[in-house]
Protein backbone atom coordinates (compact mmCIF):
# COMPACT_ATOMS: atom_id res chain seq x y z
CA UNK A 1 0.00 0.00 0.00
CA UNK A 2 2.86 2.32 0.83
CA UNK A 3 4.55 1.41 -2.61
CA UNK A 4 0.73 2.55 -4.08
CA UNK A 5 0.79 5.35 -2.04
CA UNK A 6 4.15 6.69 -2.82
CA UNK A 7 3.63 6.43 -6.81
CA UNK A 8 0.84 8.20 -6.41
CA UNK A 9 2.30 11.40 -4.53
CA UNK A 10 5.05 11.27 -7.34
CA UNK A 11 2.30 11.76 -9.77
CA UNK A 12 0.90 14.33 -7.50
CA UNK A 13 3.99 16.15 -7.27
CA UNK A 14 3.72 18.47 -9.03
CA UNK A 15 0.64 19.01 -8.66
CA UNK A 16 0.85 21.52 -11.42
CA UNK A 17 1.62 21.09 -14.84
CA UNK A 18 0.20 19.46 -18.00
CA UNK A 19 2.64 19.50 -21.73
CA UNK A 20 -0.63 21.23 -23.62
CA UNK A 21 -4.03 22.43 -23.86
CA UNK A 22 -6.60 20.21 -22.28
CA UNK A 23 -8.83 18.54 -24.80
CA UNK A 24 -10.29 16.63 -23.02
CA UNK A 25 -11.53 16.10 -19.50
CA UNK A 26 -8.63 15.95 -17.31
CA UNK A 27 -10.48 15.19 -14.30
CA UNK A 28 -12.36 11.82 -15.52
CA UNK A 29 -9.05 10.46 -15.96
CA UNK A 30 -7.99 7.04 -14.44
CA UNK A 31 -5.30 7.42 -11.98
CA UNK A 32 -5.79 11.69 -11.78
CA UNK A 33 -5.83 13.71 -8.47
CA UNK A 34 -7.80 17.24 -7.92
CA UNK A 35 -6.40 19.62 -5.69
CA UNK A 36 -6.58 23.33 -5.29
CA UNK A 37 -3.65 26.21 -5.64
CA UNK A 38 -3.15 29.49 -4.28
CA UNK A 39 -0.45 31.06 -6.50
CA UNK A 40 1.77 33.89 -6.11
CA UNK A 41 0.00 35.54 -9.00
CA UNK A 42 -2.97 36.61 -7.07
CA UNK A 43 -4.94 33.71 -8.15
CA UNK A 44 -6.58 30.46 -7.15
CA UNK A 45 -6.56 27.38 -9.27
CA UNK A 46 -8.55 24.19 -9.26
CA UNK A 47 -6.31 21.60 -10.50
CA UNK A 48 -6.16 17.87 -11.98
CA UNK A 49 -2.54 16.25 -12.42
CA UNK A 50 -2.88 12.74 -14.56
CA UNK A 51 -0.21 10.31 -14.54
CA UNK A 52 -1.81 6.96 -16.16
CA UNK A 53 1.97 5.75 -16.99
CA UNK A 54 3.77 6.84 -14.25
CA UNK A 55 5.82 9.53 -17.01
CA UNK A 56 5.98 13.03 -16.55
CA UNK A 57 7.75 15.65 -18.88
CA UNK A 58 11.11 15.94 -18.11
CA UNK A 59 14.40 15.39 -19.35
CA UNK A 60 15.87 11.93 -19.79
CA UNK A 61 17.23 11.78 -16.61
CA UNK A 62 14.34 13.13 -15.02
CA UNK A 63 11.73 11.75 -17.12
CA UNK A 64 9.42 10.56 -13.96
CA UNK A 65 6.00 11.38 -12.69
CA UNK A 66 7.42 13.68 -10.31
CA UNK A 67 7.43 16.23 -13.28
CA UNK A 68 3.83 15.63 -14.41
CA UNK A 69 2.17 19.02 -15.36
CA UNK A 70 -1.02 19.95 -13.85
CA UNK A 71 -3.91 20.98 -15.68
CA UNK A 72 -6.07 24.39 -13.90
CA UNK A 73 -9.81 22.74 -14.48
CA UNK A 74 -12.13 25.25 -16.13
CA UNK A 75 -9.46 26.50 -18.51
CA UNK A 76 -6.79 25.92 -21.21
CA UNK A 77 -4.13 26.79 -19.01
CA UNK A 78 -1.53 24.25 -17.65
CA UNK A 79 1.17 24.27 -15.04
CA UNK A 80 4.76 22.76 -15.81
CA UNK A 81 6.67 22.40 -12.21
CA UNK A 82 10.12 23.56 -12.10
CA UNK A 83 10.36 23.15 -8.22
CA UNK A 84 8.68 21.57 -5.25
CA UNK A 85 8.56 20.71 -1.66
CA UNK A 86 5.32 18.55 -0.93
CA UNK A 87 4.30 16.62 2.10
CA UNK A 88 2.53 13.30 0.84
CA UNK A 89 0.11 11.55 3.36
CA UNK A 90 -1.51 8.00 2.83
CA UNK A 91 -3.85 7.28 5.36
CA UNK A 92 -5.05 3.33 4.84
CA UNK A 93 -8.18 2.30 5.71
CA UNK A 94 -8.81 2.13 9.22
CA UNK A 95 -4.90 2.86 9.64
CA UNK A 96 -2.65 5.43 10.91
CA UNK A 97 -1.51 8.11 8.38
CA UNK A 98 1.96 7.81 6.80
CA UNK A 99 3.65 11.24 5.64
CA UNK A 100 6.89 11.55 3.88
CA UNK A 101 8.69 15.40 2.70
CA UNK A 102 9.31 15.42 -0.82
CA UNK A 103 11.55 18.14 -2.30
CA UNK A 104 13.35 18.67 -5.87
CA UNK A 105 14.25 20.80 -8.77
CA UNK A 106 14.95 20.98 -11.69
CA UNK A 107 18.43 21.99 -13.16
CA UNK A 108 17.39 25.08 -15.10
CA UNK A 109 14.16 25.17 -14.05
CA UNK A 110 11.77 28.08 -14.72
CA UNK A 111 10.40 29.82 -12.05
CA UNK A 112 7.66 32.12 -12.76
CA UNK A 113 4.79 31.61 -9.73
CA UNK A 114 5.17 30.05 -7.18
CA UNK A 115 1.55 28.48 -5.75
CA UNK A 116 0.94 26.77 -2.41
CA UNK A 117 -1.27 23.08 -3.19
CA UNK A 118 -3.22 20.95 -1.49
CA UNK A 119 -6.08 17.95 -2.01
CA UNK A 120 -6.88 14.75 -0.42
CA UNK A 121 -9.21 12.15 -2.41
CA UNK A 122 -9.95 8.25 -0.97
CA UNK A 123 -10.07 5.31 -3.06
CA UNK A 124 -12.71 3.20 -3.51
CA UNK A 125 -10.97 0.89 -0.47
CA UNK A 126 -11.74 4.13 1.82
CA UNK A 127 -7.20 4.67 1.13
CA UNK A 128 -6.70 8.23 1.70
CA UNK A 129 -4.25 10.35 -0.44
CA UNK A 130 -3.06 13.70 0.05
CA UNK A 131 -0.49 16.80 -0.31
CA UNK A 132 0.09 20.12 0.65
CA UNK A 133 2.80 22.48 0.36
CA UNK A 134 4.73 24.44 -2.41
CA UNK A 135 4.90 24.21 -6.14
CA UNK A 136 6.95 26.57 -8.35
CA UNK A 137 7.09 26.95 -12.07
CA UNK A 138 5.32 28.14 -14.61
CA UNK A 139 2.10 28.53 -17.00
CA UNK A 140 1.12 28.24 -20.16
Same mark, same amino acid.
Given at each position: ?? +?? *????? *???????????? *????????????????????? =?????????????????????????? /??? =????????????????????????? /????????? +?????? *???? +???????? /????? =????????????
Amino acid at each position: ML +RK *AAAIA *AGIAVCCAVAGA *ALADPTGSKNSFQGTAACSNG =FSYPFVVNNANGQGSGSQDQNTAEWA /PAH =FIGSTSVFHPSVFDLTFTFTPAGGS /PQSFLNTDS +RKNGTV *AVTC +RVSGSQSD /PQGDT =FSISGTVSGWIS
